[in-house]
């Protein structure tokens, strides 16, 4: 790694989550945290003692303007998101925003063309898809070891952060959605959503979300912050294994069940009949996803390596997100997919 | 009850489950099993020496004639349920229902009707509705205790019988559809239903489905014998106190969390905030819910007692069922629900 | 089996276990209930309408002059074990005998004795040496798959029956002791036990018990009817990997931990560290330990198959509970047990 | 608090516990962080920035010498814990020692005489006194919510670090010791503990320990860094309800069970019979034992406040550790304690 090229970077938006993104690309061989920018001072003070290195300011245009500057990283409101990834990608810049991309599918569509047109690498920050267990889920279904899949499921629950300005759709979604569209790897054709708002008029505390593929892989979301259990989990059924991610257990983050149905050719009589084997509880290593994201993000920057949540994934989950509002707002109706190409 | 008069009733449908209802009435002081009814011989046969004391028949019609013979209860094939309960109204006899009451929701308001216009009673075996934590469940709402109710789901899920001839929806969701009515007593405003099948054509392993009630309250069910959890429980969020049902527990099926958001007025800033206290878990009585609902049944026929899941409440989950399904074979078009009377 | 010869068996003692060893072996392929005996008349009228081919009798003698009955079945009360095998082995019959075989080791090893010098089959109801799981665990042992094996403990606790004649250990130690001897293999060098009387003086309640083998292996025992959690465990901990049978779980009986320490020659540095890899719940069959405690009772009185709860081995259990006993009521002093051969 | 005079400490040993001492107590309110003081120059170096305000040293004598400092913390390795104690308490200042105490009880006692003879603070840190959820078992016990405490145990098990020098009994066993001390309220009578060595000749991996108090309230611990589950475990059975304290819970840190045997005055038979009724979760502060125990003796230092490990109770938590290793020794044979004063 001595002799790779050091990458430069700044991260603007240091109020709630890009502390710790500039931690982590701080500490990262052959990156350099040269920028810090927050448009309030205060803000930035509470940072200047951390990275005595790097130069702070509250005009991203100092940033855009430093030619020696390679990459930014966006973690400012979710509202901000596409127009700041937008100037970032123009000034000729590669860009890594939170999570979502975008606030509607339009805006993200046009932030991947830009990127393409432009050879500039734009990722978001799916954090979740580079957890150790995602990738060991991930290779499950793609070695075949469940089978078939037939459908997945996620729970996102607990009393927690009520958000006054974004529903449980919007701020608990990105994280299954992403993951979902990772593990299956085809655009869906179909969604909808169903919520109700009982603590603040117009802001869903409880989301049930659906997602129809092509291949008739079904994908269910529960989403609450109003809920006794904490819940983090994902459920992916097969026709040979079934697979648990459940991210609140700390030494059993993924257990697969070899049961599954007996396809109906091996036995006799009308019945399907079912099969229970052993559970196997693999080791997952201990890595800390941020980080991952983080080393993923400068190495994309520093050789274009691709990665699984680049602009074009960013943007598939916003177009998901997009198109269940509609549904949510229409109690539930299913809401088609373009075909991929004709968003953009 | 020694003075009390002694109930008498047959019991047609012995292949399945009516073997437990006919145990249970036979046990039951002021009742008499007076007759075994099956189309098979050979059924009945097996269980002959068990009631030595009543009529064995393959002719339903030896019960109706039978002046001296006061309800029958019907543990027949889904699709026979309504034809003969209404022969066993028309004889002028009391109904006991195998659930779902019938197929359709048209059938299932006329049994109704017949009923009332007769005073027959007509009862649904809703057996989870008499289930001991079910009860407290409807003490706690009605008390006030949870506050407003928000939400509620309900997850029926396992690896199990795959049914060749009735879905998931058909199947498993008559048990939490019919504990949803009861705990909101609201008749239901809308409802939709998505689902997939994976493993026979037609017949759907894993069904979602909501249910919208006038007054805000959401019911959410996830249905799925296709599963590598097995889960019997049903969740109650209200604005003071959430609770869960949990019928895999043996010590602990009811678990009641002082825990919710915390009103506004009563706090300050912009976000809600929540707050979390005391876990209960309530002592919940072993009593076996098919004893009760035999004993309400009995008691019913005596006395004309009401019961919570009389014709009216089993065709009201017959009216959900229904409409359910078009929703299924829509893609999750939410479905309305005729207001009451109107469907009559 | 068609060809093998019938055994006839007949079982003295109906009021407790006793039933259920009479209708496993009643319903066993190539095995005849001959006799049913109990000294209580109407304890056996309770049995007669299930065992029409049986003679029944309150005269253990009718059984033992019976000259075409192979073996006796003892279900009676503790303290009497030992004298009615006595008087079966030495009438010519094999003996089947409810554990403890005895209440003290000398007429433990007596019993050995004769069974061995006339060549008859003395077997002990270790029940739980037959479960699947602890097969599980004693292949796990042999086959090295624990490395050395270490330690080992059980747990045996629960809110349950409080005897008022036998202590917690007498009553809930033999499961444990004898699993315990199973699995290690080796007769134990010394034991030791604490306990304490809350509910009825000189009855404990709790007991805390210690077993050395010559090996170094120690085995501890958790054995309480007053206590909060309901437990039946065995943990076995070995150089290479951990595991526990948990006979609470439906799913999960046996979980093998691939976890332990690294030994120091491959690491550096004075500390010792520890490694901890997948884990393993392997499928353990439902088969019943009471029925493949009989066949194997069966198989041993048609051909003198060995088995792992001969009455050898029911003797040690015997004599590491009398020797627990001694040290229970000297506040849990060290009892050496004598070394093999000088009991006899 | 302003008001009150400012406490000034030194801390020595920045090694291991040190600094998280050193840090609650600079936080803390009314207490001014001193000195800070190692042997070793480059441990120290690691500290410096983090606290301007203090001199550091790499004598001991230096905080001896200074007037000006009311006490002194020290977290240096078991052996030295007496001699440095003694050397602080001479001096005048008030001594906070991290557990245990002492190596033997002799030492101990004579700190705490000498502590007594000069009106010199001496506490220890056995922080787990200071855990609301221990707070909340003394309060049960105190209050007769249990009823008569009948035994109580602790588990402490987990694969974990494994000491060179220091074996299982004293590694883990002064936390459990000192909380079952501490709600009993007794001076042991009688301890005895067996265990051994797998991982290093002569260094306890697994230890099982026995308490016996003068009351006949008994006491086990089952502590072990070579075991599959990560437990830590305190179970307390009184004679009207159990109460469990599971650390390594979040939520349910205590679970209070209303389940016990009825007293034989009100039922009829022989056996005693038990009742189980429901389950209480009680909401525990989320307060850091860590910052209680620090601000605990702060406030004696300033007023002499009593705290609940002080230098008596340390020094019985080394005579039960002390006679535990004798037993330990000698194959569990069971160890008298001395009758209170006896031992000074």
Excluded at 88 to 110: I, S, T, Y
């Amino acid at each position: 790694m001595s002799e790779a090229r050091e990458v430069t970077v700044g991260v603007v938006g240091m109020n709630y989550w890009g502390p710790n993104l500039a931690r982590n690309l701080d500490r990262l061989d052959g990156c350099r945290l040269a920028w810090v920018c927050d448009r309030d001072e205060s803000v930035l003070d509470r940072h200047r003692s951390a990275y005595p290195g790097s130069r702070f300011t509250t005009d991203l245009d100092d940033l855009l303007a430093d030619e020696g500057l390679d990459a930014v990283v966006i973690a400012t409101p979710v509202p901000t998101h596409a127009p700041l990834a937008r100037l970032v990608l123009e000034a000729g810049k590669d860009a890594f925003v939170e999570k979502p991309l975008a606030l509607d599918a339009r805006d993200a569509n046009e932030l991947v063309a830009i990127a393409d047109a432009a050879d500039r690498v734009l990722m978001v920050d799916h954090l979740l898809v580079y957890h150790p267990a995602v990738r060991k889920l991930k290779e499950l279904v793609d070695e075949g070891t469940l089978g078939e899949v037939f459908y997945l499921y996620g729970n996102r629950q607990n009393l927690g952060i009520v958000r006054p300005d974004e529903n449980a759709l919007w701020s608990l979604g990105p994280h299954d959605i992403s993951v979902m569209l990772h593990l299956v790897g085809e655009r869906p054709s179909e969604v909808s959503a169903t919520g109700e708002s009982y603590l603040q008029p117009g802001v869903e505390d409880v989301v049930f979300g659906r997602i129809r593929f092509p291949s008739g892989i079904l994908g269910h979301l529960h989403l609450s912050w109003l809920d006794p259990h904490k819940m983090r989990k994902m459920t992916v059924i097969g026709s040979e294994r079934m697979v648990v991610f459940d991210d609140m257990e700390t030494e059993r983050k993924v257990t697969v069940y070899d049961k599954g149905p007996i396809p109906r050719t091996e036995t006799y009589g009308e019945y399907i009949q079912v099969r229970s084997g052993d559970i196997h509880i693999p080791k997952i290593p201990a890595a800390e996803p941020l980080r991952i994201v983080c080393e993923r993000f400068v190495q994309a920057v520093r050789d274009r390596a691709p990665t699984p949540s680049d602009g074009a994934a960013g943007a598939i989950v916003v177009e998901v997100l997009e198109a269940m509002s509609t549904s949510l707002a229409e109690s539930g109706r299913p809401v088609a997919l373009s075909p991929r190409g004709a968003a953009a």
